[in-house]
């Protein structure tokens, strides 16, 4: 039988767990209020990250003492998705892009300080 976690890492993986979730909450609220397709990827990737970030962390604290070694195997899990969520949003993008190409939609041009095309 293993000795007891102390309280401080119980309340670090609880305030990281805490945090993870209502990052993943926040995102999915931002689904739920904007209104086109390319407003609404944003949300719920970024929420994703930073809660699969942090529910990462609260493993990775709460294992370490439980098994009194350094366990960064749980790291993976937060390293393939923060290589594979900017592909996957990309891969999206493009296919709602082309799909409203076909269709005739008007596709909202990026603002911000990039030039307008040459013509």
């Given at each position: 039988m293993s000795a007891p976690t102390p309280p401080w890492v119980?309340?670090?993986t609880g305030l990281?767990?805490?945090?993870?979730?209502?990052?993943?909450?926040i995102g999915s609220f931002g689904v739920l209020r904007l209104r086109?397709?390319?407003q609404r990827v944003h949300a719920p990737t970024l929420g994703a990250t930073l809660g699969t970030w942090?529910?990462?962390l609260a493993t990775v604290?709460?294992?370490s003492f439980e098994h009194r070694q350094l366990y960064v195997h749980a790291l993976l899990i937060a390293v393939f998705i923060?290589?594979?969520g900017p592909?996957?949003?990309?891969f999206l993008m493009r296919a709602a892009v082309?799909?409203?190409?076909l269709r005739g939609t008007e596709i909202p041009v990026p603002t911000g300080d990039t030039p307008p095309p040459a013509e």
């Open positions: 119980d309340a670090v990281l767990a805490a945090l993870g979730a209502l990052a993943a909450l086109s397709f390319f942090s529910l990462t604290v709460q294992a923060a290589l594979t592909v996957t949003t990309v082309f799909r409203g190409r």
